[in-house]
């Protein structure tokens, strides 16, 4: 929601840094002017030194990115820039991203320099979508449709975060689009979910080739994580066929994205915790479901990171650098006999091909639910990349 007065709003923050971003966009112009009144008024400064404090400030970002313009993309449910990183990889240059989440902003604007709008739901979000993009890209949450009706088509997902993904494809109109989402949607619903997507989405003039998993573990991540993949291209661009990428054949292993340095005992499991663990997965193999945890190997690669619940300790790896194979006693006070313990935040970013120039400045709790929520950056690279080669 916009601020009064003087009150500095998130919304004016991604107007700055959108503006300085992409200075030819007349809106963010326009919008950028009542920004400038309020920082100068709040801050007892000149427009330079403001417009220059902030430039400063989001050059320091270890993905802040000017020149790269093969093509442009806009970033919806951005996260913290799992698809923006493999772009711009690519050589695009993102005019536009999206993401309500005010802890995944922060680490956005820590490594891109750019804060993302809030809520795609709004209209005072959308307006502010560029025209003339190449590719839009979005991780959309999954939620169940209404299949009341008969057509299944574009009405029929009124109400879901899907249907603001469709109405920006419908208005902007762009050459191709990039959706991600887990692998269950291709089963929800017995299939009727995917079908009122893909309906849609070629009813709205796009080629839409069947929808692919793609597990990022091909991709040279060691993470068994499958994920749904489905592109589209504007139906005047003559696009009628595609080809998802094919595995890379790169090898790797939980050791390949160990942690270097010794780790912190905040993260060895203690002996009574893992006896939990223990119990809570027997319960609930008895009961016929398949949740635990499972100790990783140094030469296996990891399950799915997850968040909520247990998430964090359903990978477990054995470390006995800090044990040394005796016991020791973690912050809490507990003891480790066996030196197991929960993977790092940043042995979660590596799990999803994020580079270690990816700066981590939140909490752990945070950390985490970010790196869960984020998408497999070598494997969006890939599929991208044969997105672009059509549309270039």
């Known amino acids: 929601m916009r601020g009064t007065n003087d009150q500095i709003t998130s919304t004016d923050l991604a107007i700055m840094t959108h503006y300085i971003y992409n200075p030819n966009q007349k809106l963010y112009s326009t919008a950028n002017k009542d920004c400038e009144k309020k920082l100068i008024s709040k801050f007892s400064s000149s427009k330079v030194d403001v417009i220059e404090c902030i430039y400063k400030e989001m050059r320091n970002a270890p993905f802040f990115n000017e020149t790269n313009n093969r093509f442009t993309f806009i970033d919806l449910f951005a996260g913290i820039g799992g698809f923006r990183i493999a772009l711009q990889n690519l050589g695009g240059k993102c005019v536009y991203s999206s993401e309500w989440d005010k802890f995944a902003q922060r680490t956005y604007f820590t490594n891109f320099g750019e804060v993302p709008f809030g809520d795609i739901t709004l209209e005072e979000t959308k307006q502010f979508i560029p025209n003339n993009f190449d590719v839009l890209c ?20 009124r109400g879901t975060l899907f249907f603001d993904v469709a109405e920006i494809i ?9 959706l991600e989402n887990v692998k269950g949607l291709k089963i929800h619903d017995k299939g009727k979910t995917l079908e009122v997507i893909l309906n849609t989405l070629r009813e709205l003039g796009y080629f839409v080739p069947e929808p692919e998993i793609i597990n990022a573990m091909d991709f040279g991540v060691p993470q068994h994580r499958e994920r749904i993949y489905i592109v ?28 270097e ?30 949740f635990g945890y499972e100790i990783i190997p140094d030469d296996k690669c990891a399950n799915a990171i997850v968040v909520g619940g247990m998430g964090k300790e359903r990978n477990l790896v054995i470390d006995h650098r800090l044990t040394d194979y005796t016991p020791v006693t973690n912050i809490k006070g507990e003891i480790n006999r066996e030196g ?51 549309i270039l």
């Open 170 to 178: 419908k208005r902007k109109r762009p050459k191709a689009f990039f």
């Open 138 to 157: 979005a991780g959309f949450p999954c939620q169940a449709f209404s299949l009341a009706g008969k057509k299944r088509g574009f009405e029929e997902t």
């Open 232 to 259: 589209g291209f504007r139906d005047d661009l003559g696009i009628n066929s595609f080809s998802y990428p094919k595995p890379s054949g790169k090898k790797v292993c939980f050791a390949d994205i160990k942690e």
């Open 340 to 390: 197991i313990r929960k993977m790092t935040p940043r042995e979660w970013a590596r799990l999803q091909g994020f580079p270690d120039s990816f700066r981590i400045e939140v909490a752990d709790a945070s950390a985490y639910k970010q790196f869960g929520n984020s998408v497999a950056v070598p494997a969006i690279e890939a599929t991208a990349k044969q997105i672009i080669d059509k």
């Open 261 to 290: 340095k010794e780790v912190s005992a905040k993260y060895y499991i203690s002996t009574q915790y893992l006896a939990t663990l223990k119990a809570h997965k027997q319960r609930h193999i008895s009961k016929g479901n398949g």
